[in-house]
């Protein structure tokens, strides 16, 4: 177990979680969105800052657990210059990831690999996708105009 | 309900009262090996675990005299029903020796709550009435209250909790008025373990005459509980949660309050006489209970009521006082955890819910089960209540009968261990 729980707790989450990246809010944000893990009560406030369809930056204010402040880091992180399209795959990814479920290894994913180690703790699996399931309904709903809910994990 | 005296309780530091390691024997869980470690489970405001005789129960039930109850006319079906009713006559003596037709029998002690409001609730409240419930609810105390407000115009109206997590009764007067028709709120925290002064509120809702409802789902399993002297109306909890199996609730009721209300279940077992155009109900508790129960877990719940009499209730409680005194003492040597709650343990159940300022409660859990320690983290179902703590979720230790200030000393050498895992790592 204590092999379990290090590889869930790799080196580079808690690098992530104890130097978050895209921690500072964005002041003018082109989408905001908040999102909610209804199972522990965490809640994270994602805005993103856009250029034409590329993302400028995003940040992430979340008081998450470790899995959920690193996962929104390394989402920080890579969503910073990509477009949409590669932001959505990029969510694609981490799901299946994280649900141990087959995915586009020639992508390159950089730190996220490291989240693989989530899977085998089925209940943390929601705390790594709530910053991910947030991004992607964000920009959904501004690219389809829908009025903004808060996101969750459930259903 | 009986005074504890003050001085007795800090004297002792080992557990003394009860017999703790032969109870221990008496469940075969509590040799499991977590991840490497004997388990320490400290989830009991959760659920309990079960002795072998409850467990068995269940079997003998299956194996010696599975049938449906209360209307075969053969052996079996007179055993099943038997055992059944037995279970009845025991959970309305272990209340304060209420009247077997007051006890009905739900899935729970939500389910229980949801009784009430659909049936007496919907009945009597209404518009510009008022339902008074406090902020230290659980969900199960609070959704289906703010349901019925909503869906009647009726106001809900909260007691505020201070600082140090009692409830705030200097506005009391302003809150419960003659216009209050309902009061609910729970004996004991399940996140702060406060126990709440009912027996004042109660005669205080009485005086405005509005009904009380009691969540006892955290009380029952852990003091002695005299719902008469208490003079509660309503008074609900879980079978679960006091050594018996899942899927048995108890609600209690004041005979004539029972009378009055209408079934919201409908079917067999409930009924008195049906034609095709009419039906009327049976006598009580049989019209709440539609449909066949729970049969096997209402038969295993007996011997769960035995062991709690066997031991007696006062010592259990005194035994978590002590248990509870040692578990504050020694979680308040660590400068980095944060304790919810009441300062003074006469006050509190055997609940201590904690912050570490540094570990979401989240991974912090994950970490103590790695070496085989169970807690609880979250919100406890009481969102609002943890949201006006100031924090988002919070870690807790609760205990029961078999519980050990060894297994404090090894919640609290976890503790540290996860600090040098996720701060000095």
């Given at each position: 177990m204590a092999e379990q729980l290090d590889e869930m707790y790799r080196d580079i989450i808690m690098e992530h979680y104890r130097f978050p990246r895209g921690h500072d809010k964005i002041l003018n944000p082109d989408i905001t969105k908040e999102g909610r893990?209804?199972?522990?009560?965490?809640?994270?406030?994602?805005?993103v800052k856009m250029d034409k369809d590329k993302i400028e930056t995003v940040s992430v204010d979340c008081a998450g657990c470790a899995i959920s402040t690193a996962s929104g880091s390394?989402?920080?992180?890579?969503?910073?210059?990509?477009?949409?399209?590669?932001?959505?795959?990029?969510?694609?990814?981490?799901?299946?990831?994280?649900?141990?479920?087959?995915?586009?290894?020639?992508?390159?994913i950089g730190d996220i690999e490291a989240l693989q180690g989530v899977n085998k703790f089925p209940v943390r699996v929601k705390c790594a996708l709530l910053s991910w399931t947030t991004l992607v309904d964000a920009i959904d709903a501004k690219q389809t105009g829908r009025q903004l809910t808060a996101s969750t994990t459930e259903g | 309900?009986?005074?504890?005296?003050?001085?007795?309780?800090?004297?002792?530091?080992e557990n003394s009262l009860l017999s703790?390691?032969?109870?221990?024997?008496?469940?075969?869980?509590?040799?499991?090996?977590?991840?490497?470690?004997?388990?320490?489970?400290?989830?009991?405001?959760?659920t309990t675990q079960k002795p072998q005789t409850v467990i068995d129960a269940i079997t003998s039930y299956y194996a010696g005299f599975n049938a449906n109850v209360h209307r075969g006319l053969h052996t079996l079906a007179e055993e099943a029903t038997s055992a059944m009713e037995k279970t009845r006559d025991k959970t309305a003596a272990f209340i304060g020796g209420v009247k077997r037709e007051e006890i009905v029998f739900t899935r729970n002690a939500t389910e229980s709550i949801n009784l009430v409001v659909s049936s007496w609730g919907k009945k009597n409240i209404k518009q510009g009435d008022r339902i008074v419930i406090t902020q230290m609810e659980h969900h199960a105390n609070l959704v289906p209250w703010i349901m019925l407000a909503k869906e009647t115009g009726a106001e809900l109206e909260y007691i505020p909790i201070d600082q140090n997590g009692y409830?705030?009764?200097?506005?009391?007067?302003?809150?419960?008025?003659?216009?209050?028709?309902?009061?609910?709120?729970?004996?004991?925290?399940n996140v702060l373990g406060t126990i709440n002064p009912v027996a004042e509120i109660i005669s205080l809702a009485h005086k405005n005459n509005a009904l009380v409802l009691i969540d006892g789902a955290q009380s029952v399993p852990h003091m002695p509980v005299d719902v008469k002297t208490l003079d509660a109306d309503f008074y609900v909890f879980s079978a679960h949660k006091m050594l018996g199996p899942t899927g048995v609730g108890v609600l209690y009721a004041r005979e004539e309050i029972l009378n009055e209300m209408e079934p919201v279940i409908f079917g067999g077992e409930m009924i008195n006489e049906v034609r095709f155009d009419f039906a009327d109900w049976a006598e009580?508790?049989?019209?709440?209970?539609?449909?066949?129960?729970?049969?096997?877990?209402?038969?295993?719940?007996?011997?769960?009521?035995?062991?709690?009499?066997?031991?007696?209730?006062?010592?259990?409680?005194?035994?978590?006082?002590?248990?509870?005194?040692?578990?504050?003492?020694?979680?308040?040597?660590?400068?980095?955890?944060?304790?919810?709650?009441p300062d003074n343990v006469l006050d509190r159940g055997g609940v201590i819910s904690f912050v570490d300022d540094k570990i979401h409660s989240h991974d912090l859990s994950q970490y103590l089960d790695s070496k085989g320690v169970a807690v609880r983290a979250g919100h406890h179902c009481a969102q609002p209540l943890v949201k006006l703590l100031g924090v988002t979720s919070t870690s807790r230790a609760s205990?029961?009968?078999?519980?050990?200030?060894?297994?404090?000393?090894?919640?609290?050498?976890?503790?540290?261990?996860?600090?040098?895992?996720?701060?000095?790592?």
């Open positions: 893990n209804p199972a522990c009560g965490d809640e994270i406030e994602i805005r390394m989402l920080a992180e890579i969503c910073e210059g990509k477009t949409i399209a590669e932001v959505k795959k990029i969510a694609g990814i981490v799901k299946a990831l994280l649900k141990g479920e087959k995915f586009d290894k020639s992508y390159d | 309900m009986k005074v504890i005296d003050q001085n007795k309780s800090h004297l002792k530091s703790v390691d032969n109870i221990r024997k008496d469940f075969p869980i509590l040799d499991r090996m977590i991840n490497g470690h004997k388990l320490v489970y400290l989830d009991n405001a959760a409830l705030n009764l200097s506005n009391i007067n302003n809150i419960i008025t003659p216009k209050t028709k309902i009061v609910a709120l729970t004996h004991m925290s009580l508790p049989m019209k709440f209970e539609a449909g066949t129960p729970n049969i096997a877990d209402l038969v295993a719940f007996a011997p769960a009521l035995d062991y709690l009499n066997k031991i007696g209730m006062d010592k259990i409680r005194q035994h978590e006082i002590e248990i509870t005194t040692y578990g504050l003492e020694e979680l308040r040597k660590l400068d980095f955890i944060k304790i919810f709650g205990f029961y009968i078999y519980n050990t200030n060894d297994e404090v000393d090894q919640l609290v050498e976890a503790l540290k261990a996860a600090r040098r895992y996720f701060v000095n790592g």
